[in-house]
């Protein structure tokens, strides 16, 4: 069975520094990943995600993760974060190439003060 | 294009009663996912239907079940509530491997 696990909680960061989130998973087969991001009160949005090739990807509003089958990890990042990113970010997993069938880690919550 | 819409936004309902939640996807979305959102468990998948068939399904008891009418629209079912059923259910559209989340519903079971 496929598990994923997002290693840190929480993560506070101050405006304008860079964060990296992590995220393992488990999987004795080959896998996508995905990341979503889910603003207060509000569904989830996807960021990016990673079926196949190249295992650097980017995503919306600067976000990029690497693949790294090696590690089992899928490491969300990004170089200088806002305000306004401030949200709890999931990373997700599949066997399913249509992306569905997703299976969460529980959550990080990224707050970016001033 | 319209959004995922979720109906209704928040129900309140007592142990031992049976709930009907809607989800109507993107248009020309034929595919629908439910899960469920809790404090303690997280995100869990609950269900997926695809042209009316459940293509895929979670670890979760009987109570809960789905259906898919022809025009894509999807319901969610769970019979005989508990207060652990107390979550966010949050339904996703999807094409090409996308999924598109809908605001959820909040259910609070007393």
């Known amino acids: 069975a496929q598990s994923v696990t997002q290693l840190d909680s929480q993560v506070p960061v101050f405006e304008e520094a860079p964060v990296e989130l992590r995220c393992n998973y488990s999987?004795?087969?080959?896998?996508?990943l995905f990341w979503y991001v889910q603003y207060p009160n509000q569904g989830l949005q996807l960021l990016l995600k990673?079926?196949?090739?190249?295992?650097l990807v980017k995503g919306i509003n600067g976000f990029e993760a690497e693949f790294n089958k090696s590690q089992t990890s899928f490491h969300l990042r990004k170089p200088s974060v806002h305000i306004s990113d401030t949200a709890e970010y999931f990373c997700a997993v599949t066997l399913n190439q249509a992306g569905t069938a997703l299976i969460f880690g529980k959550g990080t919550t990224l707050s970016v003060s001033s | 294009k319209a959004g995922v819409t979720q109906t209704p936004r928040y129900l309140i309902k007592t142990r031992g009663q049976q709930v009907t939640l809607s989800c109507s996807p993107i248009?020309?979305?034929?595919?629908v996912s439910w899960y469920q959102q809790t404090p303690g468990q997280g995100l869990q998948f609950l269900f997926e239907?695809?042209?009316?068939?459940?293509?895929n399904k979670g670890n979760f008891p009987g109570r809960f079940s789905g259906r898919q009418f022809s025009n894509s629209r999807s319901e969610m079912n769970v019979s005989t509530l508990e207060l652990g059923d107390s979550a966010l259910y949050l339904c996703?559209?999807?094409?090409?491997?996308?999924?598109?989340f809908g605001p959820g519903t909040r259910l609070t079971v007393t």
């Open positions: 990673y079926l196949s090739g190249s295992t």
């Open positions: 999987s004795s087969v080959s896998v996508y």
């Open positions: 239907y695809f042209s009316e068939t459940q293509r």
């Open positions: 996703a559209s999807s094409l090409l491997n996308e999924q598109y």
């Open positions: 248009s020309g979305h034929r595919s």
